[in-house]
């Protein structure tokens, strides 16, 4: 009887329970399921500029609607491969040139809070660098430079010189007499070699069994350039300008550069550019590309014009640089150790040359004789890199 009665009081206690929660109002949420789905306005694609991404397009423009005017709310990608931005608004997006290539890549634009996705195909990328010539790793490259057929010439090792032709084909050319630091090519195909720290130029004509020398400076230079009436510009650590005039084969120095190292030297309409560092003991004097006008027909030079101080160059300040380049319309490249190894300087804007695409350390730039640019690699990735830029370099006058 006792357990009879104790479980009637149980059976109580549960309907009392359950009449208290009954009369309780739910306050937690509805379930999902419940939810309409509620976005932003989906993003679409009318256009994109240029109409295909071409060497030497360098940015992208997507033209479209209900983009988000906050470049981090915008993500694109070009097939797998996500694009920098670098502007944006609600009807366009620029994107630097992506790190990828093909002939009809998907290109998608995903906007945060969007649920569709914007898509645009095919679009053209471009393949725009290459390995070039195949070098291993004890075949230290010294210098390079190209003739009027496209033809590339590689001084390593100790003296070695190699020819690779325009496919890629190498085969060995000539020694050279010396460790050369710089090379150049004359326009009947004589190679012109400076010898590492030295006084004398040399040049090895096609065919020759060995060079000969061509030339005496002043002072021990390690790198040279030509101009339009054949006077050679030779510059090395503490040795200013060395000029060897054309027309007497006299020399004589020029140039306030008597404390600096000059790494490379080269002539660009009717200027001679040179990137050097200080060395002298006043610190003050900035390190970068200055230039001197050519006033004579025999290399006399006028005064030194600072264009490019390194200390102002921002993330660049930190790195080194090695060479120097222009294109025919005035873009100035300077190959350095960044993890973007070529700075460009156009109308005062600097910028990284097809950033995040190109390899490792520059140490040296050569321009061919239409689009093509040669890259010297450093550090540890010894080799040449071919890379198609779309621009045409300044004229080479040879000797």
């Given at each position: 009887?006792?357990?009879?009665?104790?479980?009637?009081?149980?059976?109580?206690?549960?309907?009392?329970?359950?009449?208290?929660?009954?009369?309780?109002?739910?306050?937690?949420?509805?379930?999902?399921?419940?939810?309409?789905?509620?976005?932003?306005a989906?993003?679409?694609?009318?256009?994109?500029e240029?109409?295909?991404?071409?060497?030497?397009?360098?940015?992208?423009?997507?033209?479209?609607?209900?983009?988000?005017?906050?470049?981090?709310?915008?993500?694109?990608?070009?097939?797998?491969?996500?694009?920098?931005?670098?502007?944006?608004?609600?009807?366009?997006?620029?994107?630097?040139?992506?790190?990828?290539?093909?002939?009809s890549?998907?290109?998608?634009?995903?906007?945060?809070?969007?649920?569709?996705?914007?898509?645009?195909?095919?679009?053209?990328?471009?393949?725009?660098n290459?390995?070039?010539?195949?070098f291993?790793?004890?075949?230290?490259?010294?210098?390079?430079?190209v003739?009027?057929?496209?033809?590339?010439?590689?001084?390593?090792?100790?003296k070695?010189?190699?020819?690779?032709?325009?496919?890629?084909?190498?085969?060995?050319?000539?020694?050279a007499?010396?460790?050369?630091?710089?090379?150049?090519?004359?326009?009947?195909?004589?190679?012109?070699?400076?010898?590492?720290?030295?006084?004398?130029?040399?040049?090895?004509?096609p065919?020759?069994?060995?060079?000969?020398?061509?030339?005496?400076?002043?002072?021990?230079?390690?790198?040279?350039?030509?101009?339009q009436?054949?006077?050679?510009?030779?510059?090395?650590?503490?040795?200013?300008?060395?000029?060897?005039?054309?027309?007497?084969?006299?020399?004589?120095?020029?140039?306030?550069?008597?404390?600096?190292?000059?790494?490379?030297?080269?002539v660009?309409?009717?200027?001679?550019?040179i990137?050097?560092?200080?060395?002298?003991?006043d610190?003050?004097v900035?390190?970068?590309?200055?230039?001197?006008?050519i006033?004579?027909?025999?290399?006399?030079?006028g005064?030194?014009?600072?264009?490019?101080?390194?200390?102002?160059?921002?993330?660049?300040?930190?790195?080194?640089?090695?060479?120097?380049?222009?294109?025919?319309?005035?873009?100035?490249?300077?190959?350095?150790?960044?993890?973007?190894?070529?700075?460009?300087?156009?109308?005062?804007?600097?910028?990284?040359?097809?950033?995040?695409?190109?390899?490792?350390?520059?140490?040296?730039?050569?321009?061919?004789?239409?689009?093509?640019?040669?890259?010297?690699?450093?550090g540890?990735h010894?080799?040449?890199?071919?890379?198609?830029?779309?621009?045409v370099?300044?004229?080479?006058?040879?000797?």
């Amino acid at each position: 009887m006792s357990s009879y009665k104790n479980l009637q009081g149980i059976i109580l206690i549960c309907c009392l329970m359950s009449l208290v929660l009954a009369g309780c109002e739910y306050d937690g949420p509805t379930a999902m399921w419940k939810n309409k789905p509620t976005s932003n306005a989906a993003p679409m694609i009318s256009g994109i500029e240029p109409i295909s991404a071409t060497p030497g397009v360098f940015e992208i423009n997507i033209v479209g609607q209900n983009f988000s005017d906050n470049m981090a709310e915008n993500f694109v990608y070009f097939g797998k491969t996500r694009a920098e931005i670098v502007q944006s608004g609600p009807t366009a997006i620029k994107v630097l040139r992506p790190n990828t290539f093909g002939d009809s890549l998907k290109v998608q634009v995903t906007v945060n809070g969007a649920i569709e996705t914007a898509k645009f195909s095919p679009y053209p990328v471009a393949l725009v660098n290459e390995s070039f010539g195949v070098f291993v790793a004890s075949e230290e490259i010294k210098a390079m430079t190209v003739d009027k057929n496209e033809n590339l010439y590689v001084v390593f090792g100790s003296k070695q010189i190699v020819k690779i032709t325009p496919d890629g084909t190498r085969s060995d050319y000539g020694v050279a007499p010396y460790t050369t630091t710089d090379i150049r090519c004359g326009a009947d195909g004589t190679l012109y070699l400076q010898r590492s720290a030295y006084k004398k130029l040399y040049r090895l004509a096609p065919g020759a069994a060995e060079a000969e020398e061509c030339g005496t400076y002043t002072g021990k230079i390690n790198v040279f350039d030509i101009d339009q009436n054949g006077n050679v510009y030779g510059g090395g650590e503490k040795t200013g300008i060395n000029i060897i005039r054309k027309d007497t084969g006299a020399t004589f120095t020029d140039g306030d550069y008597a404390n600096f190292n000059i790494l490379a030297v080269r002539v660009f309409e009717s200027y001679v550019y040179i990137l050097a560092t200080n060395v002298g003991k006043d610190t003050t004097v900035a390190s970068g590309v200055y230039r001197n006008p050519i006033t004579s027909s025999f290399g006399e030079l006028g005064n030194s014009e600072l264009i490019l101080d390194w200390s102002t160059t921002g993330a660049w300040a930190a790195f080194e640089y090695y060479d120097l380049a222009f294109s025919q319309s005035g873009d100035m490249l300077i190959a350095t150790s960044n993890v973007n190894p070529v700075m460009r300087v156009k109308d005062g804007n600097i910028s990284a040359l097809y950033k995040d695409i190109l390899t490792t350390t520059a140490t040296e730039l050569v321009w061919g004789n239409s689009t093509y640019i040669y890259q010297r690699l450093g550090g540890e990735h010894q080799g040449v890199q071919r890379i198609n830029i779309g621009m045409v370099g300044a004229p080479y006058y040879g000797l």
